[in-house]
């Protein structure tokens, strides 16, 4: 069993940052690729960025040269820092832990005001 505590999220104006964190307890040593996830009111959950156990990252479109996802394997914690944010940011953001399962956390909530 893995648990995923997300923290970080919160209201900005459009064009500011937030950083996202997420803490895995548990079954840490399973642990492969870490990544989030977002879901916008209405909309299906939509992946965002994964980061594998070393240094590889991979983001959808829109974020790209935005975000950037990071991961501290000492502190079991995955990172999200979000730059220039537009209102279409706006979602809840889910962590997930890949090992022998699929794990997620409970989401943390991004607002971005226009």
């Known amino acids: 069993q893995v648990q995923l505590v997300e923290s970080g999220g919160g209201l900005v104006q459009a064009g500011g940052s937030l950083r996202l964190s997420c803490v895995a307890s548990?079954?840490?040593?399973?642990?492969?690729?870490m990544g989030w996830y977002r879901q916008a009111p209405g909309k299906q959950r939509e992946w965002v960025a994964t980061i594998s156990r070393g240094t590889t990252t991979n983001y959808v479109d829109s974020v790209k040269g935005r975000f950037t996802i990071s991961r501290d394997n000492a502190e079991n914690t995955v990172y999200l820092q979000m730059n220039s944010l537009k209102p279409e940011d706006t979602a809840l953001y889910y962590c997930?832990?890949?090992?022998?399962?699929?794990?997620w956390g409970q989401g943390t909530q991004v607002t971005v005001s226009s």
């Open positions: 548990g079954s840490i040593s399973r642990i492969n690729a």
């Open positions: 997930y832990a890949d090992s022998s399962y699929r794990y």
